[in-house]
């Protein structure tokens, strides 16, 4: 290996090892920053699935377009354009250094940018890796040391299998031309034969076969009016991610257990900018079936949580089987994208007794993105007729070089009513609503930042806990402020009304104003490897009628090195809120591939550890414990879920091996 080799290796690997450090930290708060108030386990190993444009989650950024940049939230409009224009012009880039041509990049930019982008040309390539199969095998269990009550009842609730949750991952990455894969997962409760399993073959050819994926996946078209599965990520503090990038079908890594699709899709290029996509398949439901007053059957709620640990749980399990057949025909050029899709949904039940026989119907749905000069137009048209059209209508602008702002309107019909979409939006569900969101993201400066938005949605019909016409508003602002890799700081402020069904047991049920308002300082800092996190957070939480309740939240976590192969993750945090509604939420590290966002409700502490392990070169090993403890109470949860303790301990642990 000759001298200049020798030092670009060396340059590339400092920088990749820097680049680590910051990629931990912005994955954290890129997931944090997206889910404002939620409280979930979030299962994001969708986002690390390879597809056309990225390899291990990364975007090929020799063919990248202006959508694809989108998903970069830290560098303005400006600078994405910028590295566009420059590849226009004099290129593909050939290394990670020739980044520090590129008008409005700094080092800074470059540190920051480094995990999210791969150089596909990159001369020290085959240097540095090998192409071989890449294996992963990944295994997890979960263990609460509190019984719950459905493991101790004795009627048809009770939980039929262990308190024992597991589960187990395998995927195969061959040459970038063939991955496979399956998953199995058991919860708390089931037992084995409730076992949920997914299974899945992906082809990526060159030339005129695209992708073929067989088994179980996502598929997104448009901006989700239509169809769209996975995450929907809606309003965050990333005011510039309103638009949705992905024009597929992507095989499905998640262990949720609804939403996916199980059959065959395949992406044919007909042109050079023409890619269409046929897709077919099952989608199932997990719905609750009632007797009317002739001792007819019907359904009633729907289910996505995938339990089914009881009886009543096991029989409504696949009760609706959604046949799905569609095409997407993509059109792509530098400016421009087009998207004509087609889906028809039939739906069936596997009770004899219920006919849904007439449920069958076509959709169809057009989509567009548009960049011209400092403009970026995107927008999605659907519905059931062309009299009551659903649509989205939005725009990213490049106001300067530090400023850029956001704005979609949307309108979606009360007779949409489609469950497979996912569009963005103020409710669960893309109908009966009318919005306009617009959002500001200005760099003042290198180290101080400010984001805002505005979103004002009305409601023309009734909706759920809403017996009448009504409207809802939210307002956000960021300020922070920060020094790479040293510290950084923001204080946050977001304001929420909505109109909910009063409580008063009334024969007409009025409307009371529910206004929320959570105030947030956050402090880090860095010492070398070590990262300090401290938080206060207030919510004041007022209902029209029953004046205003508080909580509060504190935290202060820790992360650091042990040794060269074993990290260390602490936290403690103290909650107090007066009730429900103004309990807080906090982002929490857990085992990789998922993410803790609990609610804190009440009066009480929390604590955790994390603890990550690198075994041998292929080996790794993640443990975490945590424990929450109440003051206020004697028993935690509800229904079967009930702990008759005030306090709560569980325990991860997570084994992978790659090679």
Same mark, same amino acid.
């Given at each position: 290996?000759?001298?200049?080799i020798?030092?670009?290796?060396v340059?590339?690997v400092?920088?990749q090892?820097?680049?680590?450090i910051?990629?931990d930290?912005?994955?954290e708060n890129r $997931? ?8 979930? =386990?979030l299962?994001?190993s =969708?986002?690390?699935?390879?597809d ?8 090929? $950024?020799? %063919? ?8 970069i =939230? ?10 566009? %224009?420059?590849i ?6 050939q290394?990670?250094y ?6 409005l ?9 480094l ?6 040309q990159n001369?020290? /390539? ?27 009842? /004795?009627?048809s609730l ?6 024992l ?18 998953h199995l ?10 076992l949920?399993?997914?299974?899945? $073959?992906k ?27 996975g995450?929907?990520?809606g309003?965050? #503090?990333?005011v ?30 007909l ?6 996509? +046929?897709?077919?398949g ?17 359904f ?9 640990r ?9 009760? $609706?089987q959604? %046949? ?10 530098s400016?421009?994208e087009?998207?004509?899709t +087609?889906?028809?949904?039939?739906s069936s039940?596997?009770?004899s007794?219920?006919?849904?026989n ?15 000069k ?16 659903s ?14 702002v956001?704005?979609?309107?949307r ?13 963005f939006?103020?409710?669960?569900k ?12 200005m ?7 400010v984001?805002l938005?505005?979103d ?8 759920y806990?809403?017996? #009448?016409q009504?409207?809802?508003?939210e ?7 920060s *020094? ?29 104003l529910?206004i929320?308002?959570v ?15 401290? !938080?206060?957070?207030?919510? !004041?939480?007022s ?10 939240l ?10 060269? *192969?074993l990290?260390?993750?602490? !936290?403690?945090?103290?909650f ?13 590290n857990?085992?990789?591939?998922t ?28 443990? !975490? ?6 003051s206020?109470v004697?028993s ?21 091996? /790659?090679?």
């Open positions: 290996m000759n001298l200049k020798k030092l670009s290796v340059f590339i400092s920088l090892l820097n680049a680590q910051i990629e930290t912005q994955v $997931i944090e920053s997206l889910l404002l108030n939620s409280e979930s =386990e299962d994001y =969708e986002w690390d699935e390879s056309s444009r990225t390899e291990k989650g990364k975007i090929k $950024i020799n %063919k990248a377009k202006l959508s694809d940049l989108n998903a =939230e830290f560098l303005s409009l400006a600078q994405k354009q910028s590295i566009l %224009k420059h226009q012009i004099y290129g593909e880039l290394s990670i020739e980044l520090q041509t590129i008008e990049l700094d080092s800074i930019n470059i540190q920051e940018l995990p999210y982008i791969l150089i596909t001369e020290f /390539k085959h240097i540095l890796s090998q192409d071989k199969p890449k294996h992963e095998f990944r295994v997890l269990s979960y263990w609460k040391r509190q019984t719950p009550e459905g493991f101790l009842r /004795k009627d009770k939980y039929l299998g262990s308190k949750k597991w589960a187990m991952r395998y995927n195969v990455k061959n040459n970038g031309k063939l991955s496979y894969g399956f997962e058991k919860d708390a409760g089931e037992m084995a034969k409730q949920f399993s997914s299974a899945y $073959i082809y990526t050819g060159s030339n005129w076969i695209r992708t073929c994926i067989f088994g179980d996946q996502q598929i997104n078209f448009g901006q989700g009016l239509l169809i769209g599965s995450l929907s990520l309003k965050s #503090a990333q510039m991610q309103i638009v949705k990038t992905r024009h597929e079908a992507r095989p499905y890594l998640s262990f949720n257990e609804n939403g996916f699709l199980r059959g065959l899709s395949i992406s044919v290029n042109h050079k900018k023409i890619v269409t996509t +046929h897709f077919s099952i989608i199932n439901d997990d719905a609750s079936i009632y007797l009317d007053s002739n001792q007819g059957q019907y009633g709620s729907i289910y996505s949580n995938g339990y089914y009881n009886a009543k749980e096991i029989n409504r399990r696949n009760t $609706i959604n %046949k799905l057949f569609g095409n997407h025909i993509h059109y792509q050029s400016q421009l087009l998207g004509f +087609h889906v028809y949904n039939k039940s596997r009770m007794s219920i006919d849904m007439n449920l069958g119907h076509h959709k169809f749905a057009f989509d567009w993105k548009w960049q011209s400092n403009l970026f137009y995107f927008g999605e048209l659907t519905g059931q007729n062309l009299k009551t059209p649509f989205l209508f939005g725009v990213l602008i490049a106001l300067s070089k530090q400023t850029d956001s704005i979609l309107f309108n979606y019909d009360l007779n949409l009513n489609n469950r497979l979409g996912n569009g939006g103020e409710g669960s893309n109908t009966n609503e009318k919005g306009l969101y617009s959002g500001l993201n760099h003042m400066s290198k180290r101080i930042q984001k938005y505005n004002i949605a009305i409601f023309p019909w009734l909706k806990r809403v017996n #009448a009504s409207m809802a508003s307002q956000f602002v960021q300020i922070q402020y *020094k790479r890799n040293l510290y950084s700081l923001y204080i946050r402020y977001r304001n929420s009304k909505k109109s909910i069904n009063t409580t008063e047991n009334l024969h007409l049920k009025s409307l009371d529910h929320k308002q105030y947030r300082l956050h402090f880090e800092y860095f010492i070398g490897e070590i990262r300090l996190r401290s !938080r206060y957070q207030h919510t !004041r939480y209902i029209q009628t029953q004046g205003i309740k508080m909580g509060n504190i935290y202060q976590d820790i992360s650091f090195p042990v040794f060269k *192969k990290k260390c993750s602490i !936290r403690w945090t103290v107090d809120s007066e009730d429900y509604n103004s309990r807080g939420f906090a982002f929490e857990n085992v990789p591939g993410y803790s966002i609990p609610s804190y409700s009440g009066n009480g502490e929390r604590i955790y550890l994390l603890i990550q392990a690198q075994l041998n070169k292929h080996l790794k090993f993640w443990i !975490r414990f945590a424990k929450s403890s109440y206020d004697e935690l949860g509800s229904g079967t879920d009930t702990i008759n303790s005030n306090k709560l301990e569980d325990i991860n642990i997570l084994i992978q091996w /790659k090679i």
